[in-house]
């Protein structure tokens, strides 16, 4: 009692007028600091592409326009898939894009980004903040000469478009599909073909037959590149993208100039960026689902059978990459543990949440 | 072409030592200002208080410590359940706290925090920031002389521990349950005496048989309070919590005094905590739940014809409280149209990836 009395008393002036009180200060250095960021997205795929630019304006705002970080849509200042490069080399001081684009160099960066079976989108920034997942990503950042920060997420993507039905595991042969390579790997021991194809030119592809299919990210951006109009069957879930992290590059040299607390507005700015992608994925999917349901988009679930083969598929490719890349396994194994650790315990309280609210529409709802 | 190689050019200097380039400068005012915040949480639910810890540390981290904000445990300078009045009145400059405490001022106000049957932490994190929720809720504070941000989520919350089973509706007639207000309101027309009981005081009112239930957040917070010694039926899910938003108060005079860019720097500050606390509890509840189950807690479900008539109930209730009460009708139409909206797509994508990887283990997992 005595102390919080005391407390009451000796800070009642600060608490009623601190801003007043406070005289300002130069001792800490602000200075003028101008960085440009490469994305690996177009502007067009807004929601994906805000991650990158409202990091920028964020950290801008931040330090009242003092670090300055201009952001330049893909293509522009560095090619898509040579964000990475980029920032290792200092073509710029960061870039915004996602580590499996670089799976040729090494399938360990995957984790990054997403991987076959890998976690969903709270489970990642659960394993990124309080597992493992941010400390062993680092390290192997380290090696590319880039701090990494967890800078947005798109929530579960979509399985994709299909020219036909998926029913078994036999629909997948000979299949000429578009997809990320991780994925690739796994689905060409089910005999499917591959496909690397830039964004804007999956719509022509499909158009004109030179792919059977091809998967994107979700309604909201899938709608915009018009898929529904060339392959009308749409799959779910995306299981090689449980989530998709996309994270921000900093070119160590470049971060280590930086004042302490230039650093920390750029954490907390990327942290902020983050709440904000995945927040408008959610706003805006449904009503693009939605939209492109009345517009001819057939969706259906993988069978059971599918998926069940996909995933042993999977644990086979993550068996042999464990066995050449030790850094690969390290990654692995925290996050399959972190993962069987949450399944259980995600399917007691947001799961059983989740999947009564899933009823009360058919019951007439509101 | 000519653009991108003139970019590259103009650039290259920057790019190459931005930081080494630029000059401090010292137009930007940036004074000392110190501030307290009031907690509504005891130091010991770590994971909960770390969202005013959090926001306090990330604040003067990116300010190089000159907005300082000192954090306050529940009842050290203001009672747990009076930080909106603390922080309304300018006793503390801001607090962190749950808006449901303050159902008896204004039900509406429970719209920041959880209402039943209301939103997961992805669709309230989307309302909020895509959707009209922080809109409408900053016009409901402002009477209140206070703007708020969200500053923490728990995810789904646990039903509570009860001594007994539940397995009809008849049998929660008579029960004396600890809870929050708003389900309160609602369980009452089922018959449960509901009993407002603060968190360190439950433990003995349940091994007194003063009580029969009482729930609390979940198994990482319940654990540290021992309730399976002493009621060892553990309910879930916690339906009135789809999850739990927590947020800082900040006085609106206090607040305009500001600097533009420690204004931004608050904001940020709360996005990156609340990313902060959802990632413990994502990380801590798992093994949290396991340990209660080997210390013998009953893990079950609600059982769906109790889900039912709660849900029938909270819908009438929500009608009565719409009918007199504007600003309530308005933010739970708005809440319920974006729910609504989110439920079918959530079921697809991510529903069905968690349904699908909640298979996993049972198959024999990695």
């Known amino acids: 009692m005595q102390r919080r009395s005391f407390l009451k008393k000796a800070t009642l ?23 440009r960021l490469a994305s690996s997205f177009p502007r067009s795929a807004d929601a994906i592409y805000s991650g990158g630019e409202n990091l920028a304006k ?19 200042i560095v090619p898509a898939l040579q ?4 920032v290792q080399n200092g073509t710029v001081e960061c870039g915004h894009s996602a580590s499996y684009y670089y799976f040729g160099k090494d399938p360990a960066l995957s984790f990054d980004a997403a991987v076959p079976f890998g976690l969903n989108t709270r489970q990642m920034n659960a394993w990124m903040r309080h597992g493992d997942g941010l400390k062993l990503l680092r390290e192997l950042f380290k090696t590319y000469n880039i701090v990494n920060f967890p800078c947005g997420y798109t929530g579960t993507q979509m399985g994709g478009w299909f020219r036909n039905e998926i029913k078994s595991v036999d629909d997948l042969k000979g299949l000429k599909f ?10 060409s021991r089910l005999g499917v073909v591959p496909q690397q194809i830039a964004g804007g030119d999956i719509y022509p592809a499909l158009e004109k037959g030179t792919i059977d299919g091809a998967e994107w990210i ?21 299981w090689w993208e449980g989530t998709l992290q996309v994270s921000l590059y900093v070119n160590q040299e470049a971060y280590n100039k930086l004042p302490k607390h230039y650093q920390a507005v750029l954490e907390q700015a990327s942290a902020a960026a983050t709440n904000d992608m995945i927040a408008k994925y959610d706003a805006e999917n449904p009503a693009a689902l939605r939209r492109l349901i009345a517009n001819g988009a057939q969706l259906r679930a993988f069978p059971k059978s599918v998926m069940d ?3 042993a598929e999977s644990v086979k490719v993550y068996a042999e990459m464990s066995a050449k890349s030790p850094m690969f396994k390290k990654l692995y194994d925290s996050m399959v543990a ?8 995600f399917r007691v309280a947001d799961g059983s949440f989740d999947g009564y609210m899933g ?5 007439g709802g509101k």
């Open 359 to 363: 009823t009360i529409g058919r019951n």
């Open 338 to 345: 972190f993962r069987d650790n949450e399944i259980p315990w």
């Open 309 to 311: 083969a996909c995933y």
């Open 13 to 35: 002036g600060a608490a009623a007028g601190g801003a007043t009180l406070a005289s300002p200060v130069f001792a800490q250095e602000s200075p003028t600091i101008n960085w």
């Open 58 to 76: 964020y950290v801008g705002e931040a330090t009242g326009g003092k670090f300055n970080i201009r952001a330049f849509p893909a293509g522009e």
């Open 218 to 238: 979700g309604p909201y951006d899938d709608e915009k590149l018009g898929f529904n109009k060339v392959a009308k069957y749409y799959y779910f879930p995306g």
């Open 83 to 86: 964000v990475l490069d980029g």
């Open 178 to 187: 578009r997809m990320s390579a991780f994925a690739g790997a796994v689905l």
